[in-house]
């Protein structure tokens, strides 16, 4: 890839200096898109690729949702573990059969000359009584895939491939390799 490779850096809107995003819209999608356009301001030579996620639980109506990311969060700021999120989820009592979820991602690739692409996954499973597994974040203890593991129990590789994220990245990855086999641009179209 060699030209094309060097057209790509990865980092995030900290690292870009970008502004602080409030993922304050209604649906996945524009809370990534609002991100992308964050860190393209930051560096305007940039494809920028972010993303907005989050579980959705059946007995919830659909809760947390796009409110997944507060959910997660003590008062204090700290992540919770499993038992928290179980406890934030308030599923206490809930049987099996109806702690049924979702977890969804919309990826944002916004590319330097305008061009917006987008990408969507979702895994369905159900939330468990407890945690368990030490690999992942978030709700990645307590979602157990159909074929009985957690999230936090697969290797990255299967996370990948079968997780919302790696799903919806997977929907951007043809417009992001048209972009790398173009030749370089000198700025934002405009």
Known sequence: MG??????????LRSLG???VVEDADIYAANASKK???AAIADPAAAVLADD?????AALGGAPGIQSARWATA???TPLDGAGLNAALRLDGVP???RGARLVCAVALLLPDGRLGTGWGEVAGHIAHDQRGARGFGYDAVFVLPDGRR???VGAAVKDLVG???QAVRGVVPELRRWLREPAATGPAG
């Open 18 to 20: 970008a502004p602080a």
């Open 96 to 98: 099996e059969p109806q």
């Open 75 to 77: 008062a204090d700021g």
């Open 53 to 57: 996620s989050g579980i959705e639980v």
């Open 151 to 153: 999230l936090s129990e």
């Open 164 to 166: 919302h994220r790696g």
């Open 3 to 12: 030209a094309a490779a060097s057209r790509v850096r990865i980092g995030d």
């Open 36 to 38: 992308a356009h964050a």
